[in-house]
């Protein structure tokens, strides 16, 4: 029998061992008291809201353990959890509510204004409001757990291929994607996250970032399918609030993004931190300077840089490990379930060493995009999904990401990879934040252009920036223009650099001038 409800599983085999700790109200939830809270939720959404197989469960909150309460409920009764993103301007809610058309929508009290906006423009059955939120003839949530029973909700015949979540993600056009999750997909990437990472079940999560994201599939998901624990971090990043975890929650992995890892490096807490609980420190969603590396291996552990996309479960390659030291700034070896190539543009796989698009095929694989066809056709060749990165592999078999297919800038008929360029350029010890885009240009057909931010205090001319790159990359590669910014470059929600919205700011500025 295929187990779709692993909390209800996780329950029985464990019912009394932590599974999450809820850091800032200091509550701890045993496997069994969620297990009764994502009953409670399921027949409530069941019996009030006539949410059945198939419905969508939206979600709009910071981190709470409604996550966790909401996407449990879900798997029980077969429903689609829908968490939102809680950066989304109001148009972008909109679009996204009307094009998965939930029937019940949780909110927090933080986001009671969005929603009564949003009320007017959507067509939402049910409405749930957590904690002190203005109701407006919303469902209380505490109400509703108090009320409703917390033993297993009426069964469903729900299938691997079922799906269990939509998670949104960019979009080509600017709006956001949704990417069908189902039990399968999940599922997989458990199983293949724990037996290729090594992870325990008395291993402690520490996964720093929004919970609407993918990214509660890296660690979170894994974690509780094994039998560990994670834990919620609430608010805004804080480097003291976070380091004041490690040392009294003691986590063995830790999770977060490269901007994140840096922002400790310059905390006066970092010299003298305690990480000595730490297995794994973990980066992904961005490439991570080498200077990153370097800072969090002279504390005695393993810095690895992973790779995932929504798309093909989040944790795809296994960090070197005996080779970490002589393998910096590679994402690994495919791990235990999956398959990797890298081909050309058409199609045909390249040699070591080359550039091609990384292609991945396996059971932790999405089905494709909610309401969307054709783009989910575009995504797939020969069973494989097309990330639309570009990577090489080196003789040993590991792999290294080489940036975006969309941003390669092509300048003299030369190929030019943004973000090898970016590498040389945050070793530098003015930079705080860099872009590297292809503008037009008659000469050169694009022409490579550093956008930089400087750290404060510091000053640099564009002739010392390429005077910099001169030793470190060939010369068609180094940036034949560089433009300063006084404003910090805008980031996604993992801290990615938005190179699209960088190169679209400098042509409408010269565009004006």
């Not at 353990?65 to 798997?75: E, N, R, T, V």
């Not at 070896?333 to 070591?352: N, Q, R, T, Y």
């Not at 990879?417 to 590297?436: C, N």
């Not at 005077?467 to 590669?477: D, L, N, V, W």
Request: proline share 6%; with cysteine; net charge neutral.
């Amino acid at each position: 029998m295929y187990i779709v409800d692993w909390l209800a599983k996780r329950s029985q085999i464990s019912p009394n061992k932590v599974a999450v700790i809820d850091y800032h109200p200091d509550r701890r939830y045993s496997y069994r008291e969620l297990n009764i809270r994502a009953n409670k939720l399921a027949n409530f959404l069941q019996s009030k809201c006539g949410v059945k197989k198939g419905s969508r469960i939206a979600l709009l909150a910071d981190n709470c353990i409604q996550y966790i309460d909401s996407l449990f409920a879900a798997a029980k009764i077969g429903a689609i959890w829908t968490p939102l993103n809680f950066r989304f301007a109001i148009p972008e809610l909109e679009f996204v509510l009307s094009d998965t058309q939930p029937d019940a929508l949780i909110y927090g009290p933080e986001y009671a204004a969005t929603v009564k906006q949003l009320r007017s423009r959507v067509t939402v059955s049910h409405y749930i409001a957590l904690g002190d939120a203005d109701t407006d003839g919303a469902w209380k949530y505490e109400a509703v757990m108090a009320e409703s029973p917390g033993s297993p909700p009426p069964r469903e015949e729900i299938s691997p291929e079922d799906p269990w979540a939509i998670i949104l993600t960019g979009g080509t056009t600017g709006r956001p994607k949704g990417v069908i999750i189902s039990h399968r997909m999940w599922t997989w990437n458990a199983i293949n996250t724990i037996v290729s990472y090594g992870f325990r079940d008395d291993d402690i999560a520490l996964s720093v970032g929004p919970m609407f994201h993918a990214g509660i599939a890296c660690l979170t998901l894994p974690l509780l399918y094994l039998g560990g624990r994670g834990i919620i971090l609430s608010g805004k990043f804080d480097e003291d609030t976070i380091l004041d975890v490690v040392e009294k929650v003691r986590p063995t992995l830790w999770l977060m993004v490269p901007t994140m890892w840096e922002r400790f490096m310059q905390s006066p807490r970092f010299a003298h931190a305690d990480f000595s609980s730490i297995r794994q420190f973990l980066s992904g969603g961005a490439p991570c300077p080498e200077r990153v590396y370097e800072a969090y291996r002279a504390k005695g552990v393993a810095f690895r840089q992973g790779y995932g996309l929504s798309e093909v479960g989040t944790n795809c390659f296994v960090p070197p490990q005996e080779a970490h030291l002589r393998k910096t700034g590679s994402v690994g070896v495919p791990m235990f379930l999956g398959d990797m190539k890298i081909v050309d543009s058409e199609g045909k796989e390249v040699s070591p060493g080359q550039t091609g698009e990384l292609i991945i095929a396996g059971p932790h694989v999405c089905s494709g995009y909610w309401n969307n066809p054709e783009e989910t056709k575009k995504r797939f060749l020969n069973g494989y999904f097309r990330t639309g990165d570009l990577a090489r592999q080196d003789e040993e078999g590991y792999y290294y990401i080489t940036g975006r297919a969309t941003y390669m800038i092509i300048s003299g008929g030369e190929n030019v990879y943004p973000e090898e360029v970016e590498g040389v350029l945050q070793t530098h010890p003015k930079i705080a934040q860099v872009s590297v885009i292809g503008l037009p240009d008659t000469k050169w057909g694009e022409v490579v252009t550093a956008v930089i931010v400087l750290k404060s205090g510091e000053s640099l001319t564009e002739q010392e920036v390429i005077q910099f790159c001169r030793s470190k990359i060939a010369g068609y590669k180094i940036p034949k223009r560089v433009l300063f910014s006084d404003t910090p470059l805008p980031t996604s929600e993992v801290g990615k650099v938005l190179r699209r919205m960088v190169k679209e700011t400098v042509m409408q500025k010269e565009a004006r001038s």
